[in-house]
């Protein structure tokens, strides 16, 4: 309905728009629909693309959804590509040691294991957990899972 409203009362390519179609497509994903995930969470990157700088944060994030998404599907090359595209832009934007970099080699790493190929996986976990440890308190919950990793 929040999309239906935009639709009529935004301009097409409003950013507003594009947060319908990315929720839309968390949901969709979180339901198993993957075909649909992917389209609504590509629908929200066109629209980024159009009103956002190139290397802006949140064409990251809608990377790192469709990633997820090509690797629920089981295709790891497409999840790969996403993935890396996700951590290229948040290498220009953010510090070199945000956690949102970790989160970006963690999922990268994900998609290796799924792969069978364990020492890129390893390289890429490894990386994470070094971000972590610079930017984490010794304490904080996501180390358990990079160890785990």
């Known amino acids: 309905r929040s999309l239906q409203i935009n639709k009529i009362s935004l301009p097409p390519n409003h950013p507003h728009l594009a947060m319908s179609y990315n929720n839309i497509g968390t949901v969709y994903a979180d339901m198993g629909e993957y075909s649909k995930a992917l389209s609504s969470h590509e629908r929200s990157l066109e629209i980024k693309k159009i009103v956002l700088?190139?290397?802006?944060?949140?064409?990251?994030?809608s990377y790192n959804n469709i990633g997820a998404v090509y690797k629920n599907m089981g295709e790891y090359s497409r999840a790969l590509s996403s993935y890396e595209r996700s951590l290229e832009i948040k290498k220009i934007s953010l510090p070199p040691n945000h956690p949102d970099l970790a989160m970006s080699y963690n999922n990268i790493g994900n998609v290796y294991d799924d792969m069978g190929e364990y020492s890129k996986a390893l390289s890429s976990y490894e990386r994470s957990l070094e971000i972590k440890k610079i930017a984490l308190p010794p304490n904080h919950p996501d180390f358990a899972r990079s160890y785990n990793n």
């Open 53 to 61: 700088p190139s290397n802006h944060p949140d064409l990251a994030a």
